[in-house]
């Protein structure tokens, strides 16, 4: 049987870490947290749950970090959370069947639950949030590979996969990201404060396409200057055409200012390299908003086909349209 190493960096999470490493621990063959400079009880309450605590010495560089900690798995495959994450302890077993398939990684759902509703949001009543946020984020993946994470900030496996033609596949095992548990303010303007070094020192990070797809994501999360997130996307896009992420935000800017039509355009782009159930939904709405309906219903029969989180309020949403259309 494949085993499976659960993967963290946490620093000063004592109120979290108990239930992101208890939601797996069942599951999981080993437990490696890197500890980056806790003066709480973090490693105390991870070690007493079974984890091997790795003390790293923080230099504002997540993914090297991260992979400070992948040194240390001797398990066939890697699942990584953050200390603000959990798995649904109904749906964790699914890992198990992940482990012994023929893929290199797997892409999850990532719910980021917040009660500031907007584009592509979806109601989900959990700790006191009225839903989420979906995104699909590779969580799972061989550790035999050579996969290492990039970026100092928003660290990712992508170049990695990329360069090792990685077989991807997809899970509806929810990963529940509670980030705003601990309070938006803090968080917004130390991601601010990183996109402020990266937009001053841009040419100094190998990867451009990803610095500005970084950048980007601060103006369009923190900032809300959507315009200024749209300049930074393309930017990113003209270096990394096919990046699905990228087309994805790039596309969720453009619906933010209503510009639904180069919206539907961008989603199309992200769909021809790699079919994802929101962002089928995602192109749904918008078709429904430019009065589309034939339209909306063929995107939301094809989120519905790959497995969309909310089938059920699909279901419910396409049988309205068609028997409007009947009329």
Known sequence: MATIALCMIARDEEAYIANAIGSVKDIVDEIIVVDTGSVDRTPVIARELGAKIIHFDWNDDFAEARNFGLKNVSSDW????????????????????????D????????????N??????????RR????YFPSFIVRMF?????IRFEGFVHETIDASLAGIKARIGFTDIGIYHFQELKGGDEFRKKQVKYADMLEK??????????????IGLVYYRFKDDYEKAIVFFKKSISIEPKNVNVLND???AYAHIGRNKEAIEFFGKSLEVRPEPSTFFNIGLLQEKLGNFEA???SYKEAVRLNHPRKSLLLEKIGILEHGKEK
């Open 250 to 252: 790039l596309a969720a």
């Open 103 to 114: 893929m290199d990684a797997f892409l999850f759902i990532q719910k980021n639950f917040s």
């Open 201 to 214: 020192n841009i040419d100094q990070y190998p990867n451009k396409a990803k610095a500005y797809h970084d």
């Open 116 to 125: 500031n509703s907007g584009f592509g949001f979806i109601p989900e009543s």
């Open 78 to 101: 890697v699942f990584f959370l953050d200390a603000d994450e959990e798995v649904l302890k109904e749906q964790a077993q699914g890992l198990r069947k992940l482990a012994d398939s």
């Open 296 to 298: 909306a219903i063929l």
């Open 128 to 131: 006191g949030f009225k839903g």
């Open 142 to 146: 061989r550790a035999d590979r050579g």
